[in-house]
């Protein structure tokens, strides 16, 4: 499959195949082309970037991953780390809210006492 082919049907931006490519991780076969443990392994390379992992952190997690299930050690660590950033930006987001909705209320509240 081509890099066209592998970008249009399993919607993997051109950027992140080339990316790919640039790590050393694809078997040796002609550039651009794609076989299906390639596919499999863009899969969890999107996975990861879904979840937050930067490029330098995906390449490492994948190469990790190559290396088999010694590794599985390092790779729950990575997957640990970004889990308790997320939720550490997850538990800002509701002091954020908090907040406004304080500062929400007491606006009510002394409109209120305005208007009486």
Request: proline letters at 2%; glycine letters at 6%.
């Amino acid at each position: 499959m081509t890099m066209k082919e592998a970008s249009e049907r399993y919607s993997i931006p051109v950027k992140v195949l080339k990316e790919y490519e640039g790590w050393g991780l694809k078997k040796v076969m002609e550039a651009g082309q794609y076989d299906d443990q390639d596919l499999e392994r863009l899969g969890m390379v999107m996975a990861l970037y879904e979840i937050g992992f930067s490029s330098r952190e995906t390449e490492t997690y994948m190469r990790l991953m190559l290396e088999g299930d010694s590794t599985q050690p390092q790779r729950l660590d990575m997957l640990n780390r970004k889990r308790d950033s997320t939720l550490d930006e997850i538990h800002f987001k509701e002091k954020q809210i908090a907040h406004m909705d304080y500062l929400r209320y007491e606006m009510c509240r002394d409109r209120e006492t305005i208007l009486k």
